[in-house]
């Protein structure tokens, strides 16, 4: 009799926490369910926004959440020749940045963690020390040399300076990367007879390709969405990019093309690239993002 309640008793306490996990789990999901909407919902506004018709996206009473008709004629609208010429000067910084910034850092990097020279570890350190420099202490120097080597309203300000060092936070993040990379593997190169850009370009690159993949794709993402850097250094419509040349576009109450459902096809057309470039490498980026904190 008291095994028989035992086993009962066992049974109840199972079935309590059965019932505990099935409770936590559903507030879980809610929750989760909850904040995705928060957060979609903007998107949401923005697709729908995208696809209504003049009369529909300025009615206020009341406010139309979802279009009485689909007007596609919207993202047609959205592109002019400037837009084009927008679109051309970003994608002329973007090839330089995602090319220059990763394979400048990880050059710097294999010379901090793989080359052996005297006050290594104290230029390194000088080299973090970098980082704690506001990035708005450097503007107005920045913006003096370029003024006096005639950079202004020129794209080398975003492309000639992608090839010189990649930045404090890509050479930490690589050098702490490839410090995980035995050195018997560059030792074995030597006896082979590579010198050190073979054994940079052969062995140690292609083993730091996560953590490389991710820089590019942040790189990426950071100059797609640049405002400030265009606004300070660029003036003429020619060399304006996609960022700023939206800003000018649609900053004006008086133009044609102050409507929302407008702004949002070009919304959507400015967030398109960076979706698709972080679904495309999403595996990359974890595993650099796991791979980098392993190997530090």
């Given at each position: ?20 996990r ?5 507030i ?14 903007p998107?949401?506004?923005?697709i729908?926004?995208?696809v ?5 996206v ?5 406010v139309?959440i ?23 000067n ?32 104290t230029?390194?350190?000088l080299?973090?020390?970098t ?19 005639g ?43 590579a010198?050190?850009f ?48 939206v ?12 409507y929302a ?6 919304g ?12 495309v ?9 796991q791979?980098g904190?392993?190997?530090?």
């Open positions: 009799m008291e095994r028989i309640q035992q086993l009962g008793c066992i049974g109840n306490r199972s079935r309590r926490r059965r019932i505990l099935i409770v936590r789990s559903v879980k999901y809610f929750f989760l369910v909850l904040f995705s909407v928060f957060f979609l919902f998107f949401f506004v923005m729908t926004r995208s209504m018709t003049n009369p529909d300025l009615h206020r009473n009341p139309y979802f279009p009485n008709e689909i007007y596609l004629q919207n993202f047609v609208r959205a592109w002019d020749i400037q837009l084009l010429s927008n679109l051309s970003t994608l002329i910084i973007e090839v330089c940045q995602v090319i220059g910034v990763p394979f400048t850092a990880a050059l710097c990097a294999f010379g901090f963690s793989k080359v052996r020279f005297r006050f290594r570890e230029v390194f350190a080299v973090l020390s980082m704690m420099l506001p990035g708005i202490c450097t503007q107005i120097p920045l913006y003096v040399t370029y003024v006096k080597i950079w202004i309203n020129t794209l080398f300000p975003f492309t000639v300076t992608a090839f010189f060092g990649g930045g404090a936070v890509n050479i930490f993040l690589i050098r702490q990367f490839m410090r995980g990379i035995p050195r018997e593997m560059d030792e074995a190169a030597k006896i082979d007879g010198n050190l073979m054994i940079f370009y052969r062995i140690v690159l292609p083993m730091c390709m996560p953590v490389v993949v991710l820089i590019m794709v942040q790189t990426f993402m950071g100059n797609w969405n640049d405002f400030m850097g265009p606004l300070l250094y660029l003036r003429d419509d020619r060399v304006e990019t996609l960022a700023l040349g800003y000018n576009r649609f900053s004006g109450a008086s133009s044609v093309d102050s459902n407008v702004q949002m096809a070009v959507l057309y400015m967030m398109l690239p960076c979706a698709i470039v972080f679904f490498f999403q595996k990359q980026l974890i595993d650099g993002i791979l904190a392993v190997k530090g």
